[in-house]
C-alpha cells in the first residue's frame, strides 16, 4: 500500500501564503511523478502543479509566478509553495503521486484533500 498524507491547508488573507506539503510512504519502489491538483466547489478537478522524477515542472496558468512544486527524493515528499494568494485560489487542494511500486506496477495515488481558503 502507498498511503500520502497531506498537511498546511488552512485559512489565509489574499496576499498571504501557505506551504503545502506531501509525504508518500508504503511500498514504494521510485516516484515517477507527483503534484498537486484542485477542485473548487462546484468545478472540476485541475492540475495544479506538477513535477517529474526529472526535475522538470509544470503549472496551471493561474498560478504561474505565485506557486512552486518541489520535491524532497529523500523523504518522498512534495511541497507547493502558494505564495500571493487570491480568493480563486480557494479550493480543496489534493497531493497526488504516481508510483511504482516494489512489485514494479504503476498506479496513481491521491491524498485525502487539504482545504485551503483565501478570504478577508
Known amino acids: 500500500q502507498v498511503r500520502l498524507v497531506e498537511s498546511g491547508g488552512g485559512l489565509v488573507q489574499p496576499g498571504g501564503s501557505l506551504r503545502l506539503s506531501c509525504a508518500a510512504s508504503g511500498s514504494i519502489f521510485s516516484i515517477n511523478a507527483m503534484g498537486w491538483y484542485r477542485q473548487a466547489a462546484g468545478s472540476q478537478r485541475e492540475l495544479v502543479a506538477g513535477?517529474?522524477?526529472?526535475?522538470?515542472?509544470n503549472y496551471l496558468d493561474s498560478v504561474k509566478g505565485r506557486f512552486t512544486i518541489s520535491r524532497d527524493n529523500a523523504k518522498n515528499t512534495v511541497y507547493l509553495q502558494m505564495n500571493s494568494l487570491k480568493p480563486e485560489d480557494t479550493a480543496v487542494y489534493y497531493c497526488?503521486?504516481?508510483?511504482?511500486?516494489?512489485?514494479?506496477?504503476?498506479?496513481?495515488?491521491w491524498g485525502q484533500g487539504t482545504q485551503v481558503t483565501v478570504s478577508s
Open positions: 497526488t503521486a504516481e508510483v511504482t511500486s516494489t512489485a514494479r506496477s504503476v498506479a496513481n495515488y
Open positions: 513535477i517529474r522524477s526529472g526535475g522538470s515542472t
